[in-house]
């Protein structure tokens, strides 16, 4: 809420202004539903702020959430607010132009990529979908990702989704939400609806 | 995911494609952060499909949640994908001219006017916005809302949004998820941030 106040005051030497405007890592992550889109909703309000915003998808299917996609792109072409960037690793990343042998590389390419947009500070917003996996499963190393996350420079928020990050990312994250499955249709016997699950 | 198998199959009568058109209720909750800003997320899947949205935003402030409301405009302007409607109890809703004594009396006229949008079939998604607030409180009675949307024509898939969300509504919904927060920056001392919390 706006209109928060936190309940303890840090002694961080910093200002309230310098506080309030830190750059933030956020990991969504857990078995239930809205790690990715609560992090697209995060991108409309970085878009309505005029922010560049980078999405990297770390998964292997090119067709997923394409609704999201297609949405952020009329936004970032609608001249109203900010640029959006839509990087995919399932259609091989753009940038890359020789054959990707393995998902694993394909996950360290992208991320190769992410290190050299912080480094140049491309985007004010960056949405890392499902990148907890490639973390989890040891194909990049979390350590790493921690270092360079803690010592990106200017401001730059960070959003990583996907189930099972690895505790030192949490850690190390500045919010942390657990979707939490209460209950899903597809325990019933529903399969994936249009529009709903993509 | 898009190729998930369920992992029950139900004796409801239903073909598998009936059962994947059936039209769902989501209920977003818990105290952690993401509920509304998944809710936005599955507006922009929605939009994609060509869907007319209608979002209503059970909140007292006007100025909450610009950021998405600015984006599903544009968005609904954009001739792309389907039409958005955004009507904010915050601003005294639309459609009622007189003056509205208390915020008891406005969400009970938000509902009124979500009955008859539900009625009508007006949209295809309905986002009630912090709409567990006036549940919890029990200024709207949840055993009418659980039979109105049990009752509810066509398809017509309905987002429900906040904190402490009763029981019955939960029996009664498709999909739950408790957005349970694990770690948050105003624990910390950190204030709410432009882009980030609006």
Redesign the interface.
């Known amino acids: ?10 002694n ?1 030497g910093l200002t ?1 202004r310098q ?4 750059p ?1 890592v956020f990991v ?1 992550t ?1 078995q ?11 991108a ?6 005029g ?1 560049p915003v980078g999405v990297f998808q770390f998964v292997k ?1 090119a ?2 959430k ?3 996609e ?3 792109k ?2 970032g072409e ?1 001249g ?2 900010g640029t959006v960037a839509w990087h995919k690793m399932g259609e091989g990343w753009s940038w890359v132009q020789r054959d990707i042998a393995s998902s694993e590389d394909a996950a360290r390419e992208g991320w190769e990529q992410v290190k050299r947009d912080l480094a140049a500070e491309t985007y ?2 960056l949405v890392l979908d499902e990148f907890a996996y490639p973390l989890k499963w040891g194909w990049i190393d979390t350590d790493e990702v921690v270092s360079v996350l803690r010592d990106r420079p200017g401001t730059q ?1 960070v959003v990583i989704t996907g189930r099972g990050a690895p505790e030192a990312l ?1 850690d190390f ?26």
Request: a positive charge; hydrophobic letters at 35%; zero cysteines.
């Open positions: 809420m706006p209109q928060g106040q936190p309940s303890v005051v840090p961080d309230t506080r309030r405007n830190r933030l969504h857990g239930g539903k809205g790690k990715s889109t609560a992090a697209f909703g995060l409309l309000r970085a878009w309505n702020q922010w299917s067709k997923w394409v609704g999201e297609r949405a952020l009329v936004l609608s109203e607010g004010k917003l928020h949490l994250a500045d919010l942390v939400t657990d979707m939490t499955k209460v209950k899903h249709p597809m325990d019933e016997g529903q399969k994936g609806q249009r529009g709903i699950e993509w």
